[in-house]
């Protein structure tokens, strides 16, 4: 989707190094989020932003942090890879209605990431 | 707790054969329901929503759902499946969580389809 890019697509590093995956966003949208998707688990949650600033865990925040400092990116930061975060990673926006789900996600392409 | 199941992991059809894809949830308010779908090597792509209104919705690719409460299904059909509609689908349904607006996602299905 042209509103919503992932980098690097794809990524290979050492056990032990931090790594920071980039999202942008060009839709202005207020929620971002961080999945991991892994063969026999689905897509699940990493962290997930609000707002500017605005940020929160998901089920499966161990090992990663997060950042928000404007409405446009969120980085996600292994800060130590290890071989279980092998993975392909995904970036998600979402618009918000008033405190009605009314959207969707929109999904960047996925970075594919291999720690060695 | 809030939970969707999808009972098929892999499906294969022939092609021009229809199709049908279930989805149960288990969401103690009124839900929200999508079906995406992903293409090899490709981030995931919104076929359908349903929120109110009409049970039976239409999507885009010529898919459709239909939302049956009592049953608490969203299964996505399509009347002839096309070679390029293999891929793997996913179903979710919506939730306000504090401030988070998240998806609680099915572990998909995957589709091949036999020429």
């Known amino acids: 989707d042209a509103g919503i890019t992932q980098s690097p697509r794809h990524k290979v590093t050492e056990t032990g190094t931090p790594v920071t995956l980039r999202c942008h966003q060009t839709e202005n949208h207020r929620y971002m989020y961080w999945y991991r998707q892994d063969p026999g688990h689905g897509l699940r949650l990493i962290h997930y932003s609000y707002g500017v600033k605005d940020t929160d865990k998901g089920e499966v925040s161990d090992g990663y942090s997060v950042s928000r400092s404007k409405t446009e990116d969120f980085l996600l930061t292994l800060e130590s890879a290890t071989s279980s975060q092998t993975s392909v990673y995904f970036c998600?926006?979402?618009?918000?209605?008033?405190?009605?789900?009314?959207?969707?996600?929109?999904f960047g392409s996925g970075t594919r990431l291999t720690v060695v | 707790a809030q939970s969707v199941t999808q009972p098929d992991i892999h499906i294969t059809v022939s092609e021009g054969a229809s199709l049908e894809l279930r989805c149960n949830y288990s969401?103690?308010?009124?839900?929200?329901l999508f079906w995406y779908v992903q293409s090899p090597g490709q981030g995931l792509q919104l076929l359908l929503k349903y929120f109110s209104g009409d049970t039976l919705v239409q999507g885009i690719k010529g898919f459709e759902a239909e939302f049956k409460r009592s049953q608490s299904s969203f299964n996505l059909r399509k009347p002839s499946v096309h070679w390029s509609d293999a891929a793997e689908y996913f179903c979710a349904v919506g939730a306000n969580a504090g401030n988070n607006r998240k998806l609680i996602w099915g572990l998909g299905t995957s589709l091949a389809v036999n020429p």
């Open positions: 969401y103690g308010a009124t839900p929200y």
């Open positions: 998600a926006i979402s618009e918000s209605a008033g405190t009605a789900f009314n959207y969707g996600y929109t």
